[in-house]
């Protein structure tokens, strides 16, 4: 863990995920220091509790950053990227929806930078993941199922962190069948099942506020801060 305050950029600051990750941030003074803010539209008023904040066209005069956290759209991605690697700057990136040639981008950036892009940046299921990849080398043969609940407005399925957590399930081989319930407000719940003969074990995840991805996007960025360029995955990062 870094000494001295990292210097964050937030890319896409406006948003529901900005918004919490810039709270958050300022609780985590001693820790970090949000320098830039950047918005997809010209910001007014230019400064937040002491926050510049920069159009996404005004990138290149944003001052030095150690970290950019990026939770904004695919479009606005590239050049985020971009700007990282040109500043040799970690980047941490939770944007979904991003082209074939965006994640080949990606993976030519970690040549280059320290980077994480995750799917979903909750500190649990980072754990639940690993715990999942070790059941399933554990139990070969058993049926493996991931059972996921979203909020009646997610529209995609199954949820991103599903395929990642059946991906885990499958390293050891066992095909994997998913089901997924939309329904009322729920934020996220995962469980993976693996059935054998007479038992069963569920590794259950619920997350129950949205902010454990912002916190989770933040605790991996202080730990990102000053790594070997690479891609990392959150669960590299959990100490
Ligand atoms: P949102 O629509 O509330 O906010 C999007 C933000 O992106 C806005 O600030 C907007 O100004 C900015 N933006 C859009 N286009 C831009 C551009 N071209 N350049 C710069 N900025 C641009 O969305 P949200 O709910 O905050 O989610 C943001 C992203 O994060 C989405 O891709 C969402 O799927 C993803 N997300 C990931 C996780 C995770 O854990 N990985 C969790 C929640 C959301």
């Known amino acids: 863990m870094n000494a001295s305050p990292i210097r964050i950029l937030i890319h896409g600051a406006s948003g529901r ?58 479009d606005g991605f590239d050049r985020i990227l971009a700007l990282c690697v040109e500043r040799g700057a970690a980047l941490v990136s939770g944007t979904t929806g991003m082209a074939d040639a965006q994640a080949g981008a990606l993976a030519q950036a970690a040549k280059s930078i320290p980077l994480v892009w995750a799917s979903n940046f909750s500190l649990g299921v980072a754990v639940l993941a690993d715990l999942v990849e070790r059941a399933a080398a554990a139990l070969p043969g058993w049926d493996v199922d991931v059972v996921e609940s979203h909020h009646v407005h997610k529209k995609d399925a199954p949820s991103g962190t599903a395929l990642t ?72 990062l959990l100490a």
Do not use: N
Not at 21 to 45: K, M, Y
Not at 50 to 64: C, D, R
């Open 17 to 74: 995920m900005g918004q919490a990750l810039l709270r958050l941030a300022a609780e985590q003074a001693g820790h970090c220091q949000v320098v830039a803010a950047v918005t997809r539209r010209t910001p007014s008023p230019r400064v937040v509790d002491g926050v510049p904040h920069f159009a996404a066209s005004e990138l290149a005069g944003v001052p030095a950053f150690d970290v950019a956290i990026d939770f904004s759209l695919p």
């Open 165 to 236: 957590l059946g991906g885990a399930a499958g390293s050891a081989g066992a095909p994997v069948h998913y089901a997924s319930l939309r329904a009322g407000d729920i934020v996220g719940e995962h469980t993976v099942q693996f059935t054998g003969l007479g038992e069963r074990v569920e590794l259950v995840h619920r997350a129950t506020h949205r902010d454990v991805f912002a916190r989770g996007a933040l605790h991996v960025a202080r730990q990102l801060a000053g790594r070997p360029a690479g891609s990392y995955r959150v669960r590299d």
